[in-house]
Every structure is written in structure tokens, then in C-alpha cells.
């Protein structure tokens, strides 16, 4: 069926008289902060400690706006015997803001979560120059990402959270069968140690009296007469 001539105009008059009739609402800016949803993009956030230089993100800009500079450092080995590694260390993260088409390439391909959508529109500049973001700038912007929407509690734990809680919950056994088997030892070294002023076994109660001071000059009594003393029973000789 083909459409009624001039349809498609009275479609768009009545759009018109249907929004003329509405209240005018002005938007009182910058009085009143608008309310963005959260997946507005307003600028790029750099989480600097996941960034891994992989240089992705500057690869696949459209605009080349991205500029990473870093080098290597050798990083020693972890056990005896081992080979060192190296890695890189990033020196410079910028972002050319007035060259940026907000296409959200960069933050798509990057592999390690290492930027970030914040809904900030508002730094304007005078100079041109002054878009140019580096990382110190870009490192602020993530205090102003939103937190990410909650999963729904019937999908699937994501797996980075299954993995840290296995080895959470890994370390915790180790440590805990580590203390057990530190109490136990405590628990044997303590029964086979003799308690203070009781004789060990073997050990008569005769031979643990402590032994009486002396003067200088004289013998030490003894408990048993010698052979050459009489006894009070014998009486002299």
C-alpha cells in the first residue's frame, strides 16, 4: 500500500504542535548540575597501576591523541637459579583532549582495565594546549568514575573474583596449618621441659639441695662420715 501523499508532513506539524503546547523547561546551568546518566562520556580516567604498555590503545586511536612513553627495567629473579625478566615502566600517559572524537576505541581494546568512562564534561580550557591531559591529570578523573552497576544475582561470579578467592582462601589453610604445627611443637617442647623445683627423673631429692656457702679454708661437710670418724654409737677408741 502506498503511503497517502503529504503523510509524512502532517506526522512532523503534529511533533510540532504536540511540543508547543508543553511547558517550556529551561535548564538552569551552571546553577543547577545536570543529571547525566552513568554512562555519559565525558572524559578518559587512567588507572595508571593496571597499565601494562602494551600500547594497545594507541594503536587503534583514530585521532593518534594518545602518547605513551616508557622504558624497561630488569627485574631480578624471583628464586635461586632463575632468569631475570624485564618489563616496562611507563614514563608518560597524555591524552590530547582537543584532537579526541569520544569514541571510546581506547577503553574497549585495553586488556587490562586501565581506563575508564567518567561523566566530568567540564574542563574547558582558554588554551588549546592546556586539553593536553597527562597521567597526573588523567589519575584524577578516576575519582570521579561511577562505581559499576551491580550483577545480577542469578549470573555467574566473574571469574577474576573466583580466582582471588581461591588463592585467598589457599593462603589461609597454608597459614592456619602453619600455626597448628607451630602449636604443637610449642605444646611438646613445654611437656618435655621439667617444671621449676621438681628433680628430673633419675635424679634423687638428696642430690638437687642446694649446696650450703662454705668458709674459705674449710672442707665442705659431707652427709656421711669418713672412715677415720668415730660414730656417736662406737664412742672413742
Not at 82 to 110: K, P, Q, T
Request: glycine share 6%; aromatic share 6%; proline share 11%.
Amino acid at each position: 500500500m502506498s503511503p497517502i501523499p503529504g503523510s509524512g508532513l502532517a506526522k512532523g506539524l503534529a511533533v510540532t504542535l504536540r511540543t508547543m503546547t508543553r511547558k517550556t523547561v529551561t535548564a538552569q546551568y551552571p546553577d543547577v548540575q545536570p543529571d547525566l546518566p552513568p554512562r555519559t562520556r565525558g572524559v578518559i580516567g587512567l588507572f595508571e597501576e593496571n597499565c601494562t604498555v602494551c600500547m594497545l590503545c594507541a594503536r587503534e586511536c583514530p585521532d593518534w591523541c594518545i602518547y605513551i612513553d616508557s622504558h624497561k627495567e630488569t627485574v631480578p629473579a624471583a628464586a635461586p637459579g632463575g632468569r631475570e625478566r624485564s618489563r616496562n615502566v611507563l614514563d608518560r600517559f597524555a591524552i590530547d583532549f582537543s584532537l579526541c572524537m569520544y569514541c571510546g576505541i581506547c577503553i574497549e581494546v585495553c586488556p587490562f582495565d586501565a581506563l575508564f568512562w567518567s561523566p566530568e564534561f567540564e574542563y574547558a580550557e582558554t588554551d588549546i594546549r592546556e586539553l593536553t591531559h597527562e597521567r597526573d591529570k588523567l589519575r584524577e578523573w578516576m575519582w570521579t568514575v561511577p562505581a559499576p552497576p551491580a550483577l545480577d544475582p542469578a549470573a555467574e561470579e566473574p571469574k577474576e573474583i573466583a580466582a582471588a578467592r581461591k588463592a585467598a582462601d589457599k593462603l589461609a589453610a597454608q597459614a592456619a596449618t602453619e600455626a597448628e604445627a607451630a602449636a604443637d611443637a610449642a605444646a611438646q617442647a613445654t611437656a618435655e621441659q621439667p617444671a621449676a623445683g621438681q628433680p628430673a627423673a633419675g635424679q634423687s631429692a638428696q642430690d638437687t639441695r642446694p649446696a650450703q656457702d662454705t668458709p674459705a679454708g674449710q672442707d665442705a661437710p659431707t652427709d656421711r662420715p669418713g672412715p677415720d670418724v668415730p660414730t656417736a654409737e662406737e664412742g672413742p677408741a
